[in-house]
């Protein structure tokens, strides 16, 4: 089993800053792609920025300046460090991870697993 827990958010006023965190623990063989989602509310989830396991990074255009995507691959943690914060960036936040895990079977297989998300609101 795998366990994806994200902490870290919370209330900030606009143009302040957060930095959330997500710890990936449990069996595995490897960890790849590490992404950070958010979920507005009454709107839908979206990817905003990801990290490959060489460190390559990707962000949404909404984030980009703002927002950055750090891994500590020794410690199985992805962080998002988020400055400049404006009220549309309040959402639920979720940590998501592409491992690959040994099956019962003795096979590799990749998977892929969800924190329970982090409440970040922006506003006065």
């Known amino acids: 089993q795998v366990q994806v827990v994200e902490s870290g958010g919370g209330l900030v006023q606009p143009g302040g800053s957060l930095r959330l965190s997500c710890a990936v623990s449990?069996?595995?063989?490897?960890?790849?792609?590490m992404s950070w989602h958010r979920q507005p509310p009454g709107k839908q989830r979206e990817l905003v920025t990801n990290i490959t396991s060489s460190g390559q990074t990707n962000y949404i255009d909404s984030v980009k300046g703002r927002f950055t995507i750090s891994r500590d691959s020794a410690k199985n943690t992805v962080f998002l460090q988020m400055n400049s914060l404006k009220p549309e960036d309040t959402a639920v936040y979720y940590c998501n991870v592409n491992a690959l895990v040994l099956t019962t079977w003795d096979v590799l297989s990749p998977e892929n697993y969800w924190g329970k998300g982090t409440l970040v609101t922006v506003s006065t």
């Open positions: 449990g069996r595995f063989f490897r960890i790849d792609t």
